[in-house]
């Protein structure tokens, strides 16, 4: 079944280990960032394996190639879903970091590798103006994403706009994986490039990660069921 992640985006475990259990989300599949990992290190990931969540462990690393392989091979061991790097970091440093993933796996277990391509946060402006990118957005994901395909990666991290010229341009099994997934009556606070569950189901993305929609919701658990439900059947809002 394609994943829908949810974002825990809270500042501990405590915070979020509340919000799973008030809201019977347990077991639920779950994206890990920065905040909530760098708070609690590795624990945090024991106690989410020990409530069946898949997880998905969003570090996103960029440092040079060594560095980036042996800090892979370290997560490797904690047997998580999924684990990114950024692919502006290039094609050595992608195909260390997946090095680092199958000499640190136990047998038995893929961890796999995702590259983020174009931050789902960034327009058109942020890529000429300040990351001084030429071409089309859209042209340099397609870069990025085919640099992450010959570097030996599973998959990128994109949008939905994206998702499907990915897969013409490298492999249908190269998996697409996209956040700034929003419910139509939504905000789309600091994303830019943001799409809805059946959206992304159309273009064939395999799996979305969903946060304060969800999060911030009067009824998380059913504003969850409803994402999910729009998600597994293109139901629209």
Same mark, same amino acid.
């Given at each position: 079944?394609? +994943?829908?992640?949810?974002?825990?985006?809270? +500042? @501990?475990?405590?915070?979020?280990?509340?919000?799973?259990?008030?809201?019977?989300?347990?077991?639920?599949?779950?994206?890990?960032?920065?905040?909530?990992?760098?708070?609690?290190?590795?624990?945090?990931?024991?106690?989410?394996?020990?409530?069946?969540? &898949?997880?998905?462990?969003?570090?996103?690393? *960029?440092?040079?190639?060594?560095?980036?392989?042996?800090?892979?091979?370290?997560?490797?061991?904690?047997?998580?879903?999924?684990?990114?790097? *950024?692919?502006?970091?290039?094609?050595?440093?992608?195909?260390?970091?997946?090095?680092?993933?199958?000499?640190?796996?136990?047998?038995?277990?893929?961890?796999?590798?995702?590259?983020? @391509?174009?931050?789902? /946060?960034?327009?058109?402006?942020?890529?000429?103006?300040?990351?001084?990118?030429?071409?089309?957005?859209?042209?340099?994901?397609?870069?990025?994403?085919?640099?992450?395909?010959? /570097?030996?990666?599973?998959?990128?991290?994109?949008?939905?706009?994206?998702?499907?010229?990915?897969?013409?341009?490298?492999? *249908?099994?190269?998996? @697409?994986?996209? &956040?700034?997934?929003?419910?139509?009556?939504?905000?789309?606070?600091?994303?830019?490039?943001?799409? @809805?569950?059946?959206?992304?189901?159309?273009?064939?993305?395999?799996?979305?990660?969903?946060?304060? /929609?969800?999060?911030?919701?009067?009824?998380?658990? /059913?504003?969850?069921?409803?994402?999910?439900?729009?998600?597994?059947?293109?139901?629209?809002?």
């Amino acid at each position: 079944m394609k +994943p829908l992640f949810l974002a825990l985006d809270f +500042p @501990t475990w405590k915070d979020a280990k509340r919000f799973l259990d008030e809201n019977g989300l347990n077991g639920v599949p779950v994206k890990v960032g920065m905040e909530l990992f760098y708070r609690e290190g590795v624990s945090v990931i024991e106690q989410l394996k020990l409530q069946g969540h &898949p997880i998905f462990l969003d570090l996103k690393l *960029h440092d040079i190639p060594n560095t980036v392989m042996r800090a892979m091979r370290n997560l490797a061991s904690l047997e998580v879903d999924y684990v990114n790097v *950024h692919a502006l970091g290039g094609k050595e440093m992608i195909k260390r970091a997946k090095e680092g993933l199958v000499s640190g796996s136990k047998a038995g277990h893929e961890t796999k590798l995702l590259a983020v @391509t174009i931050l789902t /946060s960034m327009d058109e402006n942020t890529l000429h103006e300040e990351l001084t990118l030429s071409g089309p957005l859209v042209d340099n994901v397609i870069h990025f994403a085919k640099l992450a395909y010959e /570097s030996g990666a599973d998959g990128v991290v994109c949008s939905v706009y994206e998702a499907h010229k990915i897969k013409q341009a490298t492999a *249908h099994s190269f998996e @697409t994986v996209t &956040p700034g997934i929003r419910l139509t009556s939504d905000a789309r606070d600091d994303q830019k490039r943001v799409a @809805t569950p059946a959206l992304a189901r159309e273009e064939g993305v395999d799996a979305i990660v969903i946060g304060r /929609s969800i999060t911030q919701a009067e009824n998380p658990k /059913s504003t969850y069921e409803r994402a999910l439900k729009e998600w597994k059947h293109g139901f629209k809002n």
